[in-house]
């Protein structure tokens, strides 16, 4: 049972490149999430997605897009990389019953 | 706008001691709150949801309570291990949304 799997584990960006993150659920959940955490500091959140086909931003989006093509993928869009986004990034998903909260692994992105 | 905060942001305790770890949340109107565990350099692992209409939830070692009226849950670990030593993160669910608390970082010493 794979749970949530993100892609790549780890990172290194030159300032203004671009990359795409990924994410995948095999557990049928509707809502997904992506989520920065700067180090020592709680987590932020970047976007969000309630079902296939819409998202919606969360506290800290400028800087990135996402899509949400399936219930399985949600992809998280870096454009033009800046130092500021140095970061791990966690995606996690919940299903509509109990809303409990499953996390990825996370992903250690380095912007230089 | 929702705020969660943690106290203490760090504790150390000795191997054995039962402690208790809190998180205050400003907007009483949550679906479920739910308690993290993170270890240096890893993911979120869930220890406790508990839903709005609920009091407690107990796992094995950990007990969670919720007054969700005065915007408090407190996490009570019996009989602390060493390998007990993490992070540990609460987050009330708004409609969609969850908001983290910064943490608690526990340190239990052999």
Known sequence: ?112 | KQEVTQIPAALSVPEGENLVLNCSFTDSAIYNLQWFRQDPGKGLTSLLLIQSSQREQTSGRLNASLDKSSGRSTLYIAASQPGDSATYLCAPREAQKLVFGQGTRLTINP
């Open chain 1, 1 to 112: 049972n794979a749970g949530v799997t993100q892609t790549p584990k780890f990172r290194i960006l030159k300032i203004g490149q671009s990359m795409t993150l990924q994410c995948t659920q095999d557990m049928n959940h509707n809502y997904m999430y992506w989520y920065r955490q700067d180090p020592g500091m709680g987590l932020k959140l970047i976007y969000y997605s309630v079902g296939a086909g819409i998202t919606d931003k969360g506290e800290v989006p400028n800087g990135y897009n996402v899509s949400r093509s399936t219930t399985e993928d949600f992809p998280l869009r870096l454009e033009l990389a800046a130092p500021s986004q140095t970061s791990v990034y966690f995606c996690a998903s919940s299903g509509l019953g109990s809303g409990e909260l499953f996390f990825g692994e996370g992903s250690r992105l380095t912007v230089l």
